[in-house]
């Protein structure tokens, strides 16, 4: 079945540090993928997608690249600050005329820390 | 453009009790899933609804029910809670596309059970 491993964390990192967080996924056909983040108290924000081989999803700095060739959906970001503190979900959503349905498998969640 | 809301947003009940919790979606968003997120087993599944019918379901006992009325809001009930109910209860509403996949998906601050 379809399912997502997402690198173990937590993660610290000094602000302004170069930020990766592994995602790789098992699927049939072709998904769309996902990172979401979840900040304390709060639910899941979309933060980028990408719904075809070799597509990038970019916002707030945060990147993505969907690659067929490695099933692997990297997050990274050149220079984090404090405020990326959170936890991020990597997802895909393997919405198929089988499934007929969109329901996300999430990986398991890399928590993120940024210290001054 | 208000966001999804979900009421209650925190609730405590014993063991052997039943809760009901509800989702109002993004107006003009026919589309509700619902997640439970808990620490061991992380974001899974629950429903699917569109248009008053449930599309798809994952693997959670019978206990686990759902609805959708006209409006596209959305309700959940879980019956003879136990403690492992304990949990983070999403929602995410959304529109279909054209081959029946979602759009990006909108997730509310969630209800926070606590089953003692």
């Known amino acids: 079945g379809d399912s997502v491993t997402q690198m173990e964390g937590p993660v610290t990192l000094s602000e302004e540090a170069f930020l990766t967080i592994n995602c790789t996924y098992t699927?049939?056909?072709?998904?769309?993928l996902f990172w979401y983040v979840q900040y304390p108290g709060e639910g899941l924000q979309l933060l980028l997608k990408?719904?075809?081989?070799?597509d990038k999803g970019s916002n707030k700095g945060f990147e993505a690249t969907y690659r067929k060739e490695t099933t692997s959906f990297h997050l990274e970001k050149g220079s984090v600050q404090v405020s990326d503190s959170a936890v991020y979900f990597c997802?895909?959503?393997?919405?198929?005329?089988?499934?007929?349905?969109?329901?996300?498998?999430f990986g398991t969640g890399t928590r993120l820390t940024v210290i001054p | 453009k208000a966001g999804v809301t979900q009421t209650p947003r925190y609730l405590i009940k014993t063991r052997g009790q039943q809760v009901t919790l509800s989702c109002s979606p993004i107006?003009?968003?026919?589309?509700v899933s619902w997640y439970q997120q808990t620490p061991g087993q992380g974001l899974q599944f629950l429903f699917e609804?569109?248009?008053?019918?449930?599309?798809n379901k994952g693997n959670f006992p019978g206990r686990f029910s759902g609805r959708q009325f006209s409006n596209s809001r959305s309700e959940m009930n879980v019956s003879t809670l136990e403690l492992g109910d304990s949990a983070l209860y999403l929602c995410?509403?959304?529109?279909?596309?054209?081959?029946?996949?979602?759009?990006?998906?909108?997730f509310g601050p969630g209800t926070r059970l606590t089953v003692l």
């Open positions: 995410a509403s959304y529109s279909l596309v054209r081959s029946g996949r979602a759009d990006e998906q909108f």
């Open positions: 609804y569109f248009s008053e019918t449930q599309r």
């Open positions: 997802a895909l959503s393997g919405a198929t005329r089988q499934t007929g349905a969109n329901n996300l498998f």
């Open positions: 107006s003009g968003h026919r589309s």
């Open positions: 990408a719904t075809k081989a070799d």
């Open positions: 699927a049939t056909g072709y998904p769309s």
